[in-house]
């Protein structure tokens, strides 16, 4: 069956670092993969699309890789700030009758220490 | 307000009532969405509907009815609560942001089921 795994323990890192998180799959392959953010008691709010013939895809201070091959999606936060604290959720396209359907993965939670 | 609104925001009832929740949005997207949240599972997919008067079952839809008449409108029925469908449900429409395909997610609506 197919599967998304995030890294279900939170990252905690220092204000400036880079955080990377971690989006792995099996028994998919999808067109592309999607990066949601959600902050405590809201739903979650699109970041950012890749595409599977794309390598990297860069907004702001986030960066996203794909790689079809290993089956997995990294995000980047480059010089993260405590506002950057939240669970970022990846979701995948699963086919279905026809459309495409999101499948989500259960989050990572990112807190960002001042 | 432009957007995707639930009502009620919180609601509280009984084993064995009919609750309704309710969901709007106004861009007149074709695909809507229920997802629960709950702690270990993530967004589990309920029901998604691609039109109005066409929908279809997703990954928990046992307990739940939908209906779609007007696309603007979703809403999701729990015929008899069980405790078990305490949760925080989330309504979704599909909508393109900067040509990429995202869903749009409303602020949810925290159900207790006593």
């Known amino acids: 069956s197919q599967k998304i795994e995030q890294n279900s323990e939170a990252l905690n890192i220092q204000e400036g670092k880079t955080a990377t998180l971690t989006c792995n799959y099996t028994?998919?392959?999808?067109?592309?993969l999607q990066w949601y953010r959600q902050d405590p008691g809201r739903g979650p709010v699109f970041l950012l699309l890749?595409?599977?013939?794309?390598k990297e895809k860069r907004k702001e201070r986030l960066k996203v890789t794909f790689d079809t091959t290993l089956k997995q999606s990294l995000f980047h936060i480059t010089a993260s700030q405590p506002a950057d604290s939240a669970t970022y959720l990846c979701?995948?396209?699963?086919?279905?009758?026809?459309?495409?359907?999101?499948?989500f993965g259960r989050g990572t939670s990112l807190i960002v220490h001042p | 307000d432009a957007g995707i609104t639930q009502s009620p925001r919180y609601k509280i009832t009984e084993t064995g009532r009919q609750v309704t929740l309710m969901c709007h949005q106004t861009?007149?997207?074709?695909?809507m969405f229920w997802y629960r949240q709950d702690l270990g599972h993530g967004l589990r997919l309920i029901y998604y509907?691609?039109?109005?008067?066409?929908?279809d079952k997703g990954e928990v839809p046992d307990g739940y009815v939908v209906s779609r008449s007007k696309t603007e409108n979703f809403p999701l029925t729990l015929e008899s609560a069980t405790r078990s469908q305490t949760s925080v449900y989330f309504c979704?429409?599909?909508?393109?942001?900067?040509?990429?395909?995202?869903?749009?997610f409303g602020p949810g609506t925290r159900l207790l089921v006593l």
């Open positions: 861009w007149s997207h074709s695909y």
């Open positions: 890749i595409r599977e013939n794309e």
């Open positions: 979701a995948l396209p699963g086919l279905s009758g026809g459309s495409y359907i999101p499948t």
């Open positions: 979704a429409s599909r909508g393109t942001s900067g040509y990429q395909e995202t869903q749009y």
């Open positions: 028994n998919y392959s999808p067109a592309y």
């Open positions: 509907s691609a039109a109005a008067d066409i929908t």
